[in-house]
């Protein structure tokens, strides 16, 4: 089915490093969105790239989007124990259905 | 401006009764979507709905599962005869299509437990 693929599944690093995570997806997209969900709540929109860009930031996150080699990374600097959640990627594959992937679960290590 | 609100947040059900979940879109929303979650893992499609219609169920178990998104009111996912392997935690979320662009808006979810 067309969904995302977030890699690793479990990241653990100390706080004040940088994490960084990725996606891979299988077709062609018109947008790509990260998602973050805190233990046992519900998901939050972090930000969202276009297919025709190829970086973004907003406050400490950083997202590259690839679409010849069909993966989007997500960079957290300076990371805080706060960032300790779930990240998930929702690529649009040019319907209007959101679909997610496993998640990569990231700790952060005071 | 109030953010999508699901009730009940915990509902515990005896197996072979029905379960009912709401979800209130954020004011100006007109797509919902509905998933599952278990336990350590992510979350899993299963249905989308504009009002009035269902545009995408294939997510969702042809038997048991039910799904409406009336003109008036919330959305309603119904689960009947539940068994243990309902046990989930439920999301919802509402979008506003602005074209290809759809930022999506999350509930807090419903924990239902099968007893």
């Known amino acids: 089915s067309q969904q995302g693929e977030e890699d690793p599944q479990a990241l653990s690093i100390q706080e004040g490093e940088n994490a960084t995570m990725n996606c891979s997806y299988k077709?062609?997209?018109?947008?790509l969105q990260w998602y973050r969900q805190n233990s046992g709540r519900g998901l939050v929109h972090l930000i969202l790239?276009?297919?025709?860009?190829r970086e973004k930031h907003s406050g400490r996150l950083r997202v590259t989007l690839d679409t010849s080699k069909k993966s989007s990374s997500l960079l957290i600097t300076a990371s805080r124990a706060a960032d300790t959640a779930s990240y998930f990627c929702?690529?649009?594959?040019?319907?209007?259905?959101?679909?997610f992937g496993t998640g990569t679960r990231l700790t952060i290590i005071p | 401006n109030a953010g999508v609100m699901q009730n009940p947040r915990h509902l515990v059900r005896r197996r072979g009764q029905e379960a009912r979940l709401r979800c209130s879109p954020m004011?100006?929303?007109?797509?919902v979507y509905w998933y599952r979650q278990l336990p350590e893992e992510g979350l899993k499609f299963m249905v989308y709905?504009?009002?009035?219609?269902?545009?995408?169920e294939s997510g969702m178990p042809k038997e048991r599962f039910s799904a409406e998104f009336p003109k008036e009111g919330p959305s309603i996912l119904r689960i009947q005869q539940v068994v243990r392997g309902d046990s989930a935690a439920y999301f919802c979320?509402?979008?506003?299509?602005?074209?290809?662009?759809?930022?999506?808006?999350f509930g807090q979810g419903t924990r239902l437990t099968v007893v």
């Open positions: 929702a690529p649009n594959f040019g319907n209007e259905k959101l679909t």
């Open positions: 709905l504009q009002k009035e219609n269902i545009i995408d």
């Open positions: 004011k100006g929303h007109s797509h």
């Open positions: 077709t062609s997209i018109n947008n």
């Open positions: 979320a509402s979008s506003h299509y602005r074209g290809e662009n759809t930022e999506a808006f």
């Open positions: 790239i276009r297919s025709n860009e």
